[in-house]
């Protein structure tokens, strides 16, 4: 069975920084692209990163440019999401997702609330 | 980046509709579209990719057509089940982009 599960978000004041995971079973990792999607509270999805099967390539929205950077550990079946500079605007629930164009299979989701 | 619009943003709508969403692109998009099913305090489910091919699993009474710019969501006959919002979601850019989705409530 196809499994992501995420993990790592919590309350952060405006200006921290906060390291999502997302752990990977059920297939076979490095044959996929890997993104992040959140979701604002009583908003619509937004698409947040994704990387290469290698790790070689990888993607952003412009928001989160300079701020976020997405990478993976293909050893442990394993995606991160490193946010810095944590703004508000953040505040979301974010989601693993697994490939790099539309997705099949998706994580539970992990909340993120940036406040002070 | 490229802009997607659904309409409409609600929609109500009673067991047995026929039920039709729209999602625009503000440039062609090709056919490199997918729609997907959210219910509340839950992950999105995949229904549709490449505008029309039907996710494993999937009712048949769902479908999707379309191509460069304009595209449509069609439940046949809408069930209890479907009761959710929808969402469109281009993949031709390295930036994807969502639709702001469409709710479908009960009439």
């Known amino acids: 069975e196809v499994q992501l599960v995420e993990s790592g978000g919590g309350l952060v004041q405006p200006g921290g920084s906060l390291r999502l995971s997302c752990a990977a079973s059920?297939?076979?990792?490095?044959?996929?692209?890997m993104s992040w999607v959140r979701q604002a509270p009583g908003k619509g999805l937004e698409w947040v990163a994704n990387?290469?099967?290698?790790?070689?390539?990888?993607n952003y929205v412009e928001s989160v440019k300079g701020r976020f950077t997405i990478s993976r550990d293909n050893a442990k079946n394993s995606v991160h999401l490193q946010m810095n500079s944590l703004r508000a605007e953040d505040t979301a629930v974010y989601y693993c997702?697994?490939?790099?164009?539309?997705?099949?299979?998706w994580g539970q989701g992990t909340p993120v609330t940036v406040s002070s | 980046d490229i802009q997607m619009t659904q309409s409409p943003s609600t929609l109500s709508a009673s067991v047995g509709d026929r039920v039709t969403v729209t999602c625009r692109a503000s440039?062609?998009?090709?056919?490199?579209l997918a729609w997907y099913q959210q219910k509340p305090g839950k992950a999105p489910k995949l229904l549709i990719y490449?505008?029309?091919n039907l996710e494993t699993g999937v009712p048949s009474r769902f479908s999707g057509s379309g191509s460069g710019t304009e595209f449509t969501l069609t439940i046949s006959s809408l069930q209890p089940d479907d009761f959710a919002t929808y969402y469109c979601?281009?993949?031709?850019?390295?930036?994807?982009?969502f639709g702001l989705g469409t709710k479908v409530e009960i009439k």
């Open positions: 059920g297939f076979t990792f490095n044959n996929y692209w």
């Open positions: 990387i290469k099967q290698d790790g070689s390539d990888k």
């Open positions: 440039q062609s998009i090709s056919n490199w």
């Open positions: 490449k505008a029309s």
């Open positions: 997702a697994r490939g790099g164009d539309y997705h099949r299979c």
């Open positions: 979601q281009q993949y031709i850019t390295y930036s994807r982009t």
